[in-house]
C-alpha cells in the first residue's frame, strides 16, 4: 500500500452542511452542538452558513448561533457564503475562515445559486480581495466535482478550468465537493491526480457524501495519494435535496474509526464523537445513517 499521511486534517461540517438540510433546528441546539464538537479534539468547525433566509431557512439564525457560541480554544471556525453579501456578513459576525461555493457544472449552479458558473467566479473574485483586506482567509469550494445531477458526468478538465480560475484570483485553498456521491475511487484517483499535476502547491480538500456507499472508499484513495484534509458530519447528518432518499455526507466517527486503525491520527476522541452524534440524532429527531453509532468501535467488547 501507499504510504499514507501520518495525520489527518478534519473539518466537521454536521453544524452547517447537515443542519441545513434537516428539518429547522432551534438556535439552542445548534449551539450545543457546536459546543460538544469543540470538546471532542476536531480541530475545524464548519459553523454556519451566511445565505438568504429565503433560500435556506435551516440557516436564517447564523448570526445568532455564532454570537452565542463560547469557542474553544485550539478550535477553528468556519462560515460558508454564497456571495459578496454573505461574506460581508460572515467578517461582520468575526470570522477569519471563510469558504464560498461554485459549481462545476453550469446547470447546478444555476439552480443553486442562480448565476452561471463563470458569473460566480466573478463574484468570487470580489469576494476574494474583500476577505484578503479584511486579514481573514478564503478557500474555494468547486461542487459537483464528480457528477451532476443535471448535467450527469463532469469533465475533469472542466473541474480544473474552475479550480484554476479561483487559483489565480488568490484562493488560500481548494475543496472538491462531492454534491450527490457520485464519485468512485478510481474518479477521485483521476481527479485528484490531474488537480496535482496541474496545481502541485494548491492545499487540497475533499467533501464525500455517502449516497451510495463509496464515501469511505474514496476517502482511502485519496489518501493512497497523499490528501490529509477532509470534511465530515457528525453521525452522517444531511443529505442532498437534488438525491431524493440520499444518505448525508460521510460519518465523521465513522472516518476516525477507519483512519485511526490504519495508523492515521486525527487528534479526535472516538467515544466522544459517538456520544455527539447521538446528541444530534436527538436534535433532529430521526435515525442518522452512521453505523459506529449503532454498533461502536471494533474495539468495544460485550459486558
Known sequence: MTDLPERLSLREVGPRDGLQNEEPVPTAGKVALIESLSRTGVGRIEAVSFVHPRAIPQMADAAEVWAAVT?????????????????????????SEIEVVVSASDTHNRRNLNRSTEESLDD???ILALVHDQGATCQVIVSTAWGCPFEGDVPVSRVLSVAGRALRDGADGLSYGDTTGMATPSRVTALVGETRSAYPDAALNLHFHNTRGSGLANVLAALQLGVSDFDASVGGL??????PGA???????????????MGVSTGVDLEAMIAVAAQAEVLVGRTLPSQV???GPRTRTVT
Not at 79 to 86: C, Q
Not at 238 to 243: I, L, R, S
Not at 248 to 260: K, P, Q
Open 238 to 243: 444531511g443529505g442532498c435535496p437534488y438525491a
Open 247 to 261: 444518505t448525508g455526507n460521510i460519518a465523521t466517527e465513522e472516518l476516525v474509526h477507519m483512519v485511526e486503525d
Open 293 to 295: 453509532l449503532r454498533a
Open 124 to 126: 468570487i473574485a470580489a
Open 71 to 95: 469557542p474553544t480554544p485550539g478550535v477553528r471556525y468556519s462560515a460558508l457564503v454564497p456571495n459578496l453579501k454573505g461574506a460581508q456578513r460572515a467578517l461582520s459576525a468575526g470570522f
